[in-house]
């Protein structure tokens, strides 16, 4: 990383259009707000739109995990779930030519549906919970049945950012974490209640260059008295101005406007993972890594590699004010992406 620096993000109030009537984006749209405000009236730049609505509930024994996503050639409905005891790990991806059936709206609230004969998603937001209902009768030669309630306190604070790579590159990106969860997973005859987890959205709306990396990384828990959830980026914001980097504190946001490091081991990704701020000692965190999960595509013009981490948090971070909290051991994960799409 070259010259780090704390940055002037501006902060958003008011509703806006993420995109002028010719498919540019707005110049008022840049910045990042506490709640959703963006319109994303994504339009032309053929092949370069890309959408999604991923969804993550870490609980207890297990974390589960529910995405539909439109690349603008190519949509893809996946599903995973991970059982932290027995390490026991299925996923079920299926992917449509140019996005049929994949209906994704244009605000973080709008809601999200796939129904096909293999694989059956909703994403049904209500006054104060999204509803995630996710069923497949062959999920690895096991019937599925997700049927969850990830519910948004009164007044919780999420952090909206758009990333301006250019007047016709850019991203904007919903991060909301330490949302309380209720409902099951059932996967053959075996029951998962969700008891204590928390879930994540991360939802995306952009216009994205071909080639591009980063890293991810989230976690939600307790750290004494206090709920605190962490979302922190790095590579594919640099040079930009803006940064996807936040802490939600007993669901205040703190913006942390500098740069991460990420430190990690391409070799071996599950050594443990180092991650602090570029210019302070803002964030100092290790996610000690207990499982891998390596995802990829190679066709044609579309090449996807990612390695996510799941495992336990540790370290310590600062709000706003300067109070420190200190992480022990809080699920979480952080990614390598590598794609080009």
């Excluded at 998962?192 to 709306?205: E, K, N, P, Q, T």
């Excluded at 205040?252 to 990690?264: A, M, P, V, W």
């Excluded at 290790?286 to 595509?297: D, H, I, N, Q």
Aim: aromatic fraction near 14%; glycine fraction near 10%; proline fraction near 5%.
């Amino acid at each position: 990383m070259t010259n780090p620096k704390i940055y002037e993000e501006p902060e958003l109030t008011e509703p806006v259009d993420m995109c002028l009537p010719g498919g540019r984006l707005n110049p008022d749209a840049v910045g990042w707000s506490r709640y959703p405000l963006h319109h994303c009236n994504l339009s032309g730049s053929p092949l370069r739109k890309k959408r999604w609505n991923y969804w993550a509930i870490a609980a207890d024994q297990f974390l589960f995990s529910a995405t539909l996503s439109d690349i603008d050639y190519l949509g893809l409905a996946f599903a995973y779930f991970l059982d932290f005891e027995t390490k026991e790990f299925r996923e079920l991806t299926v992917t449509r030519p140019f996005g049929r059936g994949i209906e994704l709206g244009s605000y973080v609230n709008s809601d999200t549906c796939f129904d096909d004969s293999s694989l059956k998603m909703a994403f049904t937001n209500k006054d104060s919970f999204t509803a995630i209902q996710v069923e497949s009768p062959d999920f690895q030669g096991e019937k599925l049945t997700a049927d969850l309630r990830v519910y948004t306190p009164p007044g919780h604070q999420t952090l909206n950012v758009t990333i301006p790579w250019s007047n016709r590159r850019f991203q904007f990106t919903s991060k909301q974490n330490t949302l309380p969860v209720e409902g099951t997973v059932k996967i053959g005859d075996k029951e998962y209640r969700v008891d204590g987890g928390y879930g994540c959205l991360d939802f995306g709306r952009g216009i994205w260059p071909y080639s591009i990396s980063w890293n991810w990384a989230s976690t939600s828990g307790k750290s004494g008295d206090h709920l605190v959830g962490l979302n922190f980026g790095a590579g594919w914001t640099e040079g930009t101005g803006m940064n996807e980097n936040g802490i939600c504190i007993d669901g205040r946001l703190s913006k942390i406007s500098e740069d991460l490091i990420f430190t990690f081991d391409p070799a071996d990704y599950m050594k443990p993972w180092k991650i602090h701020t570029a210019c302070s000692d803002r964030v100092s965190v290790t996610l000690t890594p207990f499982y891998e999960r390596v995802a990829g595509t190679n066709a044609l013009i579309l090449k996807s590699e990612m390695h996510q981490l799941i495992g336990y948090f540790s370290g310590k971070v600062k709000d706003d004010e300067g109070n420190t909290y200190t992480l022990d051991n809080l699920t979480g994960w952080a990614e390598y992406h590598l794609a080009r799409w």
